[in-house]
């Protein structure tokens, strides 16, 4: 990834991969677990690698389940990979626009297409996935993609959930986000629409840890909501 090209990059994963299909045999959550050792050295480029490369294990494991927690896993690592990366200025806003938002919106699609989940479970957690893509676009400057993936979890929610979408914090969340999206935009009506479904979602959640929490939540769309309505 540090290269700049994603050809290049890819082509070395592709490299590891062989190689270590050939000297080890080794499964996706093994190669998880060595991922997530590496994270704990803040070894982030690494990790994120080999987070890549569990995903890419997940292919060869029989159990749907076990597949879609590890890809969920790694989705969430990368995040906190680029997180990091970002909070300390050890990579640039094109790198993550060029490879790991590609890595994340992969692990996403791998999602997407496992049999033997159902259709409730598969749309929450792409939803969740969609949040750590849209979380590295914000990181990354990239506005529009940002807007384009939670339009994309938000329609992928109500389709698994329908009205029981609103029971569900990360559908507010999404929501909220958008708005915030369209603020940052310079498009405040839209933005307090947004906040507007928001606040509502989040008011008829069910998965909250406390009532404090959604209390809480919910009086910061409500205030985002008062700066868009004062830029109208």
Same mark, same amino acid.
């Given at each position: 990834?540090q290269t700049?090209?994603?050809?290049k990059?890819?082509?070395?994963? %592709?490299e590891?991969i062989?190689?270590?299909?050939?000297?080890? *045999?080794?499964?996706a959550? *093994?190669?998880?677990h060595?991922?997530?050792?590496?994270m704990?050295? /803040? /070894?982030n480029? %690494?990790?994120?690698l080999?987070?890549?490369? +569990?995903?890419?294990y997940?292919k060869?494991e029989s159990?749907p389940?076990?597949?879609?927690?590890i890809?969920?896993?790694?989705?969430?690592?990368? /995040?906190t990979?680029v997180t990091?990366l970002?909070?300390?200025?050890q990579?640039?806003?094109?790198l993550?626009r060029d490879?790991?938002?590609?890595?994340l919106?992969?692990?996403n699609?791998?999602i997407a297409?496992l049999k033997?989940i159902?259709?409730k479970?598969l749309s929450?957690?792409?939803?969740v996935?969609?949040h750590?893509i849209?979380q590295?676009?914000?990181l990354?400057g990239?506005l !529009?993609g940002?807007?384009a !993936?939670l339009k994309e !979890?938000?329609?992928?929610m109500q389709?698994g959930?329908?009205k029981?979408a609103e /029971?569900k914090?990360?559908?507010?969340?999404?929501?909220?986000?958008l708005g915030?999206?369209?603020?940052?935009k310079?498009?405040?009506?839209?933005a307090?629409k947004?906040?507007?479904?928001?606040?509502? +979602?989040?008011?008829?959640?069910?998965?909250? *840890? !406390?009532? +404090?929490e959604?209390?809480? %939540?919910?009086?910061r769309s409500?205030? +985002?909501?008062?700066i868009?309505?004062?830029?109208?």
């Amino acid at each position: 990834m540090q290269t700049g090209r994603p050809d290049k990059a890819a082509k070395i994963r %592709d490299e590891i991969i062989s190689l270590m299909k050939k000297l080890l *045999d080794t499964s996706a959550a *093994d190669t998880e677990h060595f991922a997530a050792e590496l994270m704990k050295k /803040k /070894k982030n480029f %690494d990790a994120i690698l080999f987070f890549q490369i +569990a995903a890419v294990y997940c292919k060869n494991e029989s159990n749907p389940g076990d597949s879609v927690n590890i890809l969920h896993r790694c989705s969430q690592s990368i /995040k906190t990979a680029v997180t990091d990366l970002i909070e300390n200025q050890q990579t640039s806003k094109q790198l993550i626009r060029d490879h790991m938002i590609p890595v994340l919106r992969k692990i996403n699609d791998q999602i997407a297409g496992l049999k033997g989940i159902d259709k409730k479970s598969l749309s929450f957690i792409r939803t969740v996935c969609f949040h750590h893509i849209e979380q590295c676009q914000f990181l990354a400057g990239d506005l !529009s993609g940002r807007e384009a !993936s939670l339009k994309e !979890s938000i329609s992928i929610m109500q389709d698994g959930h329908g009205k029981d979408a609103e /029971k569900k914090q990360i559908y507010g969340g999404a929501l909220n986000n958008l708005g915030h999206t369209y603020l940052l935009k310079d498009r405040p009506n839209e933005a307090a629409k947004y906040f507007s479904q928001a606040i509502v +979602a989040k008011k008829r959640a069910e998965d909250y *840890d !406390s009532e +404090a929490e959604k209390r809480e %939540d919910v009086q910061r769309s409500e205030m +985002a909501l008062q700066i868009a309505r004062r830029q109208l």
